[in-house]
């Protein structure tokens, strides 16, 4: 499978470092009972899913790019077209979209397939969440590189150099901080951070010096499937993004916004972009399910799993909680940021998408939202982190490995285990092994399988495929 180049390196989504605002709210949020907390809903607005479908897979909410030719040049003409598009985007990778710059030129732009589209078994999942980019890379970005990209321009049209400049800024400024530990992880909340330290909180205006601290970590998650958000009351993994989920979903436009003009153009758009992300449904578990089995599994479901899970079938229910650090025991560095870096989450609260009619806002908590368990049979690895192979594994935390290597150029999965087929390594070697051991990477917490008996966990795991 392909690694995502250059560009992959230049979108973000949103802020996840994030905050409270003084001493003792961080005592008091740190002090927070040790029982799930509900998470209200919150309105949303309607949108047309087509509409958003189109908007999402041509639409130029990154305005900015490099120019069509060079990119063509750079990365040869891509045969796949996955998405069907038409003109000169059938020849660009689903993962960019082109787009005309205010003087005419064709400029190829990130889009959110970057990360939030994988191919599987031959055919691409629009909101599957992608497990093989690789954020290894970041060093080579060095400043240089873009020197030499803007002096090549600059000679070999004007036009084109004043088409990109901007968008060459940007990556110049952030292209350092991005790089994970291994591959397969994903560093996007790092970059909305380094984007919002940059910019002006209320006019979005770009400033090459920060205006924020970014700290030094660079905190890798896993990406969700886009087919759980109906379900939740709250975005992303530790339900913090509260209120209009529009306003997160544009945070994109962020890398290359000019003006709040071309944010309130995004805006009126996006809400058709929620609505086709609401509309998609997982792929069905290929294979054949054991009827009995599965009966079995879905009893111990529900006395084991549906009060933090919900329940799947004729009567869907979903509880919407949040599982603090006490009780989910999982890495703690992702929540934990927000607490440690409380300028994000105040730049956030104090943005431009915290007003209006449609206002977003931040809301930090200790520990995880209990996600949605749709279509979870395919969307491998586990954990907020990615650092668990298998379902088995996540159901019997002994047999989760410390060192794991899966092979990225041929992917196998494991259709019984539920997750990706690997090798189980003795040590950290390349950036190919996942290595548990590393801050932010952990794969512990989550306990709840380890009392099944062993054809209890089987059982449960033929129950899974059904969601
Ligand atoms: C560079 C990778 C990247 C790009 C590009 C990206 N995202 Fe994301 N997205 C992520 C990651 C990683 C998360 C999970 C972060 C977390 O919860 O901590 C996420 C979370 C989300 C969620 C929340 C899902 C949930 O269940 O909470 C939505 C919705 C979303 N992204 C939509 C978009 C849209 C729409 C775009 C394009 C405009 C986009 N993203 C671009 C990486 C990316
Ligand atoms: C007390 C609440 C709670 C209970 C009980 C619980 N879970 Fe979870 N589960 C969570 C939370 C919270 C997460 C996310 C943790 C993280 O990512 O750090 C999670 C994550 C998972 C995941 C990984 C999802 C993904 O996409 O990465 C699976 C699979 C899962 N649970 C299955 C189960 C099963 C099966 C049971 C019953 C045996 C169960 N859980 C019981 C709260 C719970």
């Not at 599994?297 to 079938?313: D, E, L, P, V, W």
């Not at 869907?316 to 994000?344: G, V």
């Amino acid at each position: 499978m392909k690694k995502v180049g250059i560009l992959g390196f230049l979108c973000a989504c949103f802020f996840i470092y994030s905050a409270h605002t003084s001493k003792d709210q961080n005592s008091r949020n740190l002090a927070e009972p040790d029982k799930p907390v509900f998470i209200p809903p919150s309105e949303q607005r309607t949108g047309d899913a087509k509409a958003g479908y189109e908007y999402l897979t041509t639409g130029d909410y990154v305005k900015g790019g490099l120019p069509y030719d060079f990119f063509q040049l750079a990365t040869g003409k891509n045969n796949t077209n996955y998405l069907g598009r038409t003109g000169l985007n059938a020849n660009i990778s689903h993962e960019f979209t082109l787009v005309k710059a205010d003087n005419g030129e064709n400029l190829v732009a990130p889009n959110c397939m970057q990360c939030h589209a994988q191919v599987f078994d031959g055919k691409l999942y629009v909101g599957m969440g992608n497990s093989f980019a690789d954020f290894t890379m970041g060093q080579k970005l060095n400043p240089q590189a873009y020197t030499m990209l803007e002096n090549l321009l600059k000679r070999g049209s004007p036009a084109k150099y004043e088409a990109t400049k901007s968008f060459i800024q940007v990556a110049r400024a952030i292209g350092p901080y991005l790089t994970t530990a291994v591959r397969g992880v994903n560093s996007a909340d790092r970059l909305a951070g380094v984007l919002a330290a940059h910019r002006d909180p209320v006019t979005f205006k770009w400033r090459d010096k920060p205006y924020l601290e970014i700290p030094k970590e660079v905190i890798p998650s896993d990406v969700p499937a886009w087919w759980q958000l109906k379900k939740k009351n709250a975005m992303f993994y530790n339900g913090f993004g509260r209120g209009d989920f529009g306003r997160f979903l544009m945070a994109s436009n962020l890398l290359t916004v000019n003006d709040t003009a071309e944010s309130r153009e995004v805006d009126s758009r996006i809400s058709d972009v929620l609505a086709y992300i609401n509309s998609i449904e997982p792929p069905a578990y290929p294979k054949s399910i054991d009827k009995s089995l599965s009966g079995q599994g879905a009893a111990i479901f529900t006395k084991s799993c549906s009060k933090c899970h919900g329940t799947y079938g004729t009567t869907e229910t979903y509880p919407n909680l949040l599982i603090p650090s006490s009780i989910i025991k999982t890495d703690s560095f992702l929540f934990k940021s927000n607490y440690q870096n409380p300028q994000f989450v105040n730049w956030f609260n104090s943005s431009w998408f915290a007003m209006g009619d449609h206002p977003a806002r931040l809301e930090p908590f200790n520990g995880y939202i209990a996600p949605p368990l749709d279509g979870v049979w395919v969307t491998a690895p586990y954990l907020h982190n990615g650092s668990v192979p298998t379902i088995d594994a996540v159901l019997n935390s002994k047999s989760r490995p410390k060192y794991w290597k899966r092979d990225f150029d041929d992917p196998q999965y494991d259709y019984e285990k539920l997750g990706w087929k690997h090798s189980v390594r003795d040590s950290a070697s390349g950036n190919t092994v996942y290595n548990t051991t590393l801050p932010g990477y952990g794969n512990y917490g989550h306990y709840f399988g380890d009392k099944l008996s062993a054809a209890e966990r089987k059982a449960v795991i033929e129950y899974l495929k059904k969601l």
